[in-house]
């Protein structure tokens, strides 16, 4: 009888152990809930996006706009000719909001002939804030110049 008593007293005291150790877990859990900051997507800053003015580029004495792409922090040029009808193979790079015109050169060379001085900003997209011309690239720059002239020299020569 002495040895059925001490199974039972163990069974029980193993049911309490583990409630024990559930009902911890559950507080535990609880109080963490409340501990830890309420974060809303309106606090959370944009990084799907970056500006990069000119005095950024100003330490690297830049010549040329592709002197200011490969200077970008986080981004990797992608130097590839044209293809008809393959948009992401015409590179990660776009001038004013569009595509190169040239069809016939490598990216690397229309961004050659566009001056330093004539650009005013580089902005980096990723994610959702790729424009729809740069569908396919995970990381898109987009060279701003300060006038149109200037990008009328990416045209081709």
């Given at each position: 009888m002495l040895e059925r008593d001490t199974t039972a007293y163990r069974a029980t005291e193993k049911?309490?152990?583990?409630?024990?150790?559930?009902l911890s877990l559950f507080m535990s859990m609880l109080s963490m809930m409340f501990l830890v900051p309420e974060i809303r997507a309106e606090e959370v800053p944009a990084l799907e996006s970056q500006v990069f003015d000119r005095a950024f580029?100003?330490?690297?004495?830049?010549?040329?706009?592709?002197?200011?792409i490969y200077r970008l922090p986080g981004f990797s040029f992608q130097n590839t000719s044209s293809a008809r009808g393959f948009?992401?193979?015409?590179g990660?790079?776009?001038?004013?909001?569009?595509r190169p015109v040239v069809k016939s050169e490598k990216?690397?060379?229309v961004l050659n002939r566009l001056p330093a001085?004539?650009?005013q900003q580089i902005r980096i997209y990723r994610g959702s804030q790729i424009p729809s011309v740069a569908a396919g690239n995970a990381v898109v720059a987009d060279v701003i110049s300060l006038d149109l002239e200037t990008s009328e020299m990416c045209k081709g020569s």
């Open positions: 049911r309490m152990y583990r409630t024990r150790n559930i580029f100003e330490q690297y004495h830049p010549q040329t706009a592709l002197d200011m948009g992401a193979n015409v990660n790079v776009l001038i004013n909001g569009a990216l690397s060379n001085a004539s650009v």
